[in-house]
């Protein structure tokens, strides 16, 4: 429709300025630009903010701005999240708006396709790259005994990691939560470092990920774990690299 959108999920969207003295969560621009440095924003959203889940499973989120009119109402962003395991992280869509000429008021209404959408559970272990190539990684799961990741740094000798394909790990005391895929464990404290619910990633490199998100609290974030596969005429395992903060 000729404009530009913008919007965090669940956060500030510096671009968009501030509303009633606080950072906006979204806005609307006039027109289309490659530049968010260049944006004049208008029709500003986060005031309030609220996440709703539907007796129908749909997860929505919404954003409304300063009330304009007497009878409260306000502009809105109403953007529904749907269950998509293929896709990660996503990206939203512009489905509609509408407007009420007589109180100048919009709602704008996105999509946003994502399998943090999805309820956590096995996954499809099937994928294709852009060229058509197959690749089936169902025969790396194991329902008794996990992949445990070799660790070569120092803190190795005290700690173990826990690893699935696809499906959610066997039960392993004290890593807790609904379709772990990742597991961390040390001598004082166990850590569910993500949950199944994405399916395997290929990149257009033909790089292959798995991709376990929504673990243990980290911060002010969440535990997640990346698993890179790369091809091998033998059954390797896996091998601790990095964390990041």
Same mark, same amino acid.
């Given at each position: 429709i000729g404009k530009t959108f913008l919007f965090n999920v669940c956060g500030e969207m510096p671009a968009c300025g501030t509303l009633d003295g606080k950072p906006a969560s979204g806005c609307e621009a006039e027109a289309q630009m490659d530049d968010v440095k260049t944006l004049k924003p208008g029709r500003l959203v986060g005031l309030e903010k609220s996440l709703q889940l539907s007796t129908e499973g749909f997860i929505t989120l919404n954003y409304t701005g300063? *009330? &304009?009119? *007497?009878n409260g109402r306000a502009d809105a962003f109403i953007i529904r999240f749907v269950c998509n395991d293929d896709v990660y992280?996503?990206?939203?869509k512009f489905l509609h708006q509408d407007i009420d000429s007589s109180l100048g008021i919009r709602d704008t209404f996105f999509e946003f396709e994502t399998a943090l959408a999805c309820v956590p559970s096995p996954v499809d272990c099937q994928v294709t790259d852009p060229a058509g190539n197959e690749y089936d990684l169902s025969g790396l &799961?194991?329902?008794r005994k996990p992949w445990t990741a070799v660790d070569t740094f120092?803190?190795?000798k005290k700690r173990t990691f826990y690893l699935s394909v696809c499906t959610p790990l066997p039960y392993? *005391?004290?890593c807790h939560g609904t379709a772990v895929g990742s597991c961390l464990v040390t001598e004082d404290k166990k850590l569910n470092l993500g949950v199944v619910q994405i &399916? *395997?990633?290929?990149g257009?490199?033909?790089s292959l990920s798995l991709v376990y998100v929504n673990g243990d609290k980290c911060k002010n974030q969440r535990f997640s774990t990346r698993i890179n596969l790369e091809c091998a005429h033998t059954t390797g395992s896996p091998t601790f690299q990095l964390q990041n903060d």
């Open positions: 300063l *009330p &304009s009119h *007497p992280p996503g990206t939203p &799961s194991k329902a120092d803190e190795g392993i *005391p004290g &399916s *395997p990633q290929v257009a490199n033909g």
